[in-house]
């Protein structure tokens, strides 16, 4: 079961996740990747949801053209969690 990160935490991951920031008003994290073309993010999108599908724990996001906006959060637990940090390490490895 997923647990909400403690402040420090949350400061020790934060700190190692490239591009990642925090979403104000939200126990969120954010982040925007952008491609070359529409291929590439969808092809972005689609290693991300077969890793998301093995966890079990999906992110939001919307797609336009060569950009995917993305925000973590798991709503299990009200906000920021080790899947959240999880999730954002994947798909910073992918591009």
Do not use: C
Request: proline share 1%; charged share 25%.
């Amino acid at each position: 079961m997923a647990a909400l990160l403690t402040v420090d935490e949350r400061r020790d991951h934060l700190g190692t996740l490239s591009e990642w920031q925090l979403v104000e008003g939200r126990d969120a994290i954010a982040r925007r990747f952008v491609f070359a073309d529409f291929s590439e993010a969808f092809g972005f999108m689609a290693r991300t949801a077969l890793y998301a599908e093995q966890k079990g724990h999906h992110p939001e996001w919307t797609n336009v053209w060569n950009r995917v906006d993305v925000t973590l959060s798991t709503h299990d637990v009200g906000g920021l969690s080790h899947l959240d940090i999880e999730m954002a390490r994947f798909m910073n490895q992918l591009v």
